[in-house]
């Protein structure tokens, strides 16, 4: 069921000293002033190590990351949380599965960055045994660029430099940040009463702060706004306030729009800071919206998180009952890649095109490339998303003889 890594893998892992201080040169845009970026989410490996249908579900999840990767070729893998689903690990080997999960990337010669989720913390699974485990493939650009048990862990940005520019020295044409939403339980910790200590499910003040500042200096560095797009695994209350107060218009914002109400992040916690199961939403994220739509250049934030909405939306008003107002940036969800995880609707990947020509508009555009090779939701973020018609997407499902549990 485990199948071992190719030889070239294994030879690869052991000399790591070597490898980190080689790692992939600077990102950037092919000569075609192309950047394209292929987003693995929710891909939920070893859930129920302990029966067959565990394993049975990864194998099926490398298939969808191969025929993904194979139709696409992408320049950067974005694995957006959601890696590995801890509420099912052993402590032994809960980060191994990483190896499982890259190694189809490897095998192309791809690089990847990494958001985690809320899965992607618990009893038995760290978060910083996951970034060491990433890292210790030359072709991990994950990191964590701010410290403290309240930031989480990935936390940083990559620079994407243009095809002609020389990428030590030129202004970046693109910035990628990538945020830590955090949720499940803390490594190892049990409280007084012996239960696990939940860790909150939104972007910390801290990490908020440290994107203001590091987004400041880059402005003043740079003499720009660079134009950016922003990966974190669970979107925010403006997803949600969008989805209920204004509605999915299926052939404006295509994509299955099932995960209703959807979960955002401070789902289930007050506004005190305790999540003792009273409270629905506690507004914790309306910092890092503020910042989201204070930062000029964002052109999209997306997420996963919710396996069965996979739209964008253009948010550009201020929605009813919401203090934040959105200024145009678009709100995307991907699409369920990983067999793992709750939901039958169709695997696949959403993928970015970015051109080099097209950033100066803020445009970007981007599709979905099911597991079945079909490509579905495919639009152009540009300045009359939320106005252009397009085919609405199906509402289709997996259908695979392992995947659902007996
Ligand atoms: C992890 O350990 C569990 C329990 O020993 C085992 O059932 C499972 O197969 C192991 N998984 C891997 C990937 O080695
Ligand atoms: C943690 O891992 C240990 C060792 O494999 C296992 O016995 C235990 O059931 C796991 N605990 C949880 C909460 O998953
Ligand atoms: C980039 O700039 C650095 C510093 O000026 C220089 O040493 C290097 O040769 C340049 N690289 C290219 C490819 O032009
Ligand atoms: C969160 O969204 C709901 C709609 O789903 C809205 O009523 C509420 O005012 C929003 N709260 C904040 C703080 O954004
Ligand atoms: C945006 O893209 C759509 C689809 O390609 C196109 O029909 C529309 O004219 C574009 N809008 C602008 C402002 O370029």
Redesign the pocket.
Known sequence: ??KSLPLVALFAVPSFQSAISKRFAPLKFSKDGTFQVSILEDLHF?EN??DSWG?EQDVNSVTVINRVLDAESPDLVVLNGDLITGDNA?L???T??ID?IVEPLVQRGLTWASTYGNHDSAYNLSRSALLARENRWPNSRTTQMVSGREAGITNYYLPVHGANDNASTGVPAMLLWFFDSRGGYYYQELDSSGNEVAQPNWVDDSVVGWFRTTNAKLVKKYHKHIPSLVFVHIPTNASQAIQTEVGINPYKEPGINDDYVLAQQGEGWCADGSNGGSCEYGGQDVAFMKALVDTHGVIGVFSGHDHGDTWCYKWDSLISGMSVEGNGINLCFGQHSGYGGYGSWIRGSRQVLVTESKLQDMEIDTWIRLESGDVVGSVSLNATYGEDSYPRTPDTLSSCPTCSYT
């Open positions: 069921m485990w070893g190590a302990w394993p052993f032994e080997n809960s191994v599965y499982k």
